[in-house]
């Protein structure tokens, strides 16, 4: 199988040119902590990774909740003030949400319908 690309490059000629980017805008632009351009290159590291996935077909609900994990990790850095709970129910809504969307009418059951029924004990 051929590398996936986008924009015609590698995924990690794109992580790495957002890393340089990333680091120029930290020195010449506005002052940003350590914490923050790792989170920002952990982000788009899972955005990569979530073009990835759906690019190959292979594990979208693994990308997408990653990705969802990193961008609310930014945002706790950045200053959104989430409780546990609120953060918790988020990232289960947006599990479920690509559960809906990504899985359920890409999956087939390996039985037919009517294979499933209970057989009854017989003494």
Aim: aromatic letters at 8%.
């Amino acid at each position: 199988m051929q590398t996936p690309r986008i924009f015609g490059r590698e995924p990690s000629a794109i992580l790495g040119l957002v890393a340089v980017v990333v680091q120029f805008f930290s020195a010449f632009v506005m002052d940003v902590s350590q914490d923050t351009q790792m989170l920002v290159n952990a982000v788009a590291a899972a955005a990569v990774g979530l073009a990835v996935a759906w690019m190959v077909h292979d594990g979208v609900i693994a990308a997408v909740t990653g990705f969802a994990q990193a961008a609310l990790a930014l945002g706790m850095n950045l200053g959104l003030g989430w409780s546990a709970d609120r953060q918790a129910a988020v990232m289960a809504g947006i599990t479920v949400v690509a559960q809906f969307w990504l899985v359920r009418d890409r999956v087939t059951a390996p039985v037919s319908a009517g294979a499933g029924k209970p057989v009854s004990a017989v003494s």
